[in-house]
């Protein structure tokens, strides 16, 4: 009895095995999915399809894009939230991540609670842009005329909680001016927008913005970064006219929480190859942002101080988000 006892549990786990390989064997053929809070054509959508592209290659694994527009990104960040931590099913923020825990009261989630932070990928300067037939060609001469007609002239807001929606606020705050929020889904339906003529001005990340820049099919009043941007000549910086305004955004990865440690290891080291390809540093120095790479422990740290950071922009500002 005793050995047939043993025989019968060998037997018996042998089974449960054999029933949990073809599992396992699926996770890992499984393709990976890098969630996108906002439409195709956007800077994190042009960042995450060039990530997904490398990590595709690397890993041997097909990587794709999904893009889920709205909410200020999350929608997107709840999806993957509430995922299964296996690898699969990531997701690609920027800093409206880290804005959106104090700008929206009730949030779905927890920025940090619920995510297992992977890697920076990318920190890009903005532009301050104007249409093109806008009765001034400076930020200078925006100021004084929206002083002058306070609540007339608008801004495109591409994403609620992004750093761009920051950057239009802390502008109003700095500079005593009226104008108008007009929300949209994406930096894309925004810009296009702009370059209609619909809306008057935008903050924009320089990937979206450089595509238009000797074009003239819009205005450039000036860059948010502490220097001039050598790919923007003749540009000035915007804190050259309002003292001490500078604004950036960061895009990483994240995956949902409790990720097993192998797994985020082995996803940061393919996201580390991406973004240490001198293609991709071409890509980002052409287009005045800067590639990024920063371990799990290290983005998570960052994720924690730029909450705080951006809790006292939002409370000097009072803006909020139902």
């Not at 997904?52 to 999904?66: N, Y």
């Not at 894309?188 to 008057?200: F, H, R």
């Amino acid at each position: 009895m005793p050995f047939s006892k043993r025989q019968f549990l060998a037997s018996a786990a042998l089974t449960v095995l054999a029933s949990m390989a073809p599992a396992v064997h699926a996770a890992t053929d499984k393709p990976i999915t890098i969630v996108v809070g906002s439409p195709a054509g956007g800077t994190t959508d042009a960042l995450a399809r060039l990530i997904a592209r490398s990590m595709g290659e690397t890993l041997q694994r097909s990587v794709v894009v999904d893009n889920k527009p709205g909410a200020g990104g999350n929608i997107a960040a709840q999806y993957v939230a509430r995922s299964t931590p296996d690898g699969t099913t990531l997701l690609m923020s920027f800093t409206g991540h880290t804005i959106n825990a104090s700008l929206y009261k009730n949030l779905p989630f927890d920025a940090v609670r619920d995510f297992t932070p992977i890697s920076m990928v990318a920190r890009v300067p903005s532009v301050l842009v104007a249409r093109k037939n806008a009765p001034f060609d400076n930020t200078a001469g925006l100021i004084d005329y929206a002083r002058r007609n306070p609540g007339k002239l608008s801004f495109a807001i591409g994403a609620q909680g992004s750093s761009l929606h920051l950057a239009s606020e802390q502008f109003k705050l700095q500079t005593g001016t009226d104008i108008l929020n007009i929300p949209y889904k994406g930096t894309n339906p925004a810009l296009t927008d702009l370059l209609a003529g619909t809306v008057d001005l935008m903050f924009a990340s320089t990937v979206n913005v450089l595509p238009h820049a000797k074009s003239g099919a819009l205005k450039i009043l000036g860059v948010s970064s502490r220097q001039p941007l050598p790919q923007l000549q003749g540009v000035p910086t915007i804190g050259s006219t309002v003292k001490g305004f500078e604004s950036s955004a960061w895009f990483g990865l994240f995956g949902p929480a409790r990720l097993p440690q192998a797994t985020t290891d082995q996803l940061y080291r393919a996201v580390k190859i991406a973004v240490e390809d001198p293609a991709y540093k071409q890509r980002m120095e052409a287009e005045a942002a800067s590639a990024v790479s920063m371990t799990p422990q290290a983005f998570a740290q960052f994720v924690r101080g730029d909450i705080q950071h951006w809790a006292k922009v939002i409370q000097a500002s009072g803006t909020r988000v139902e």
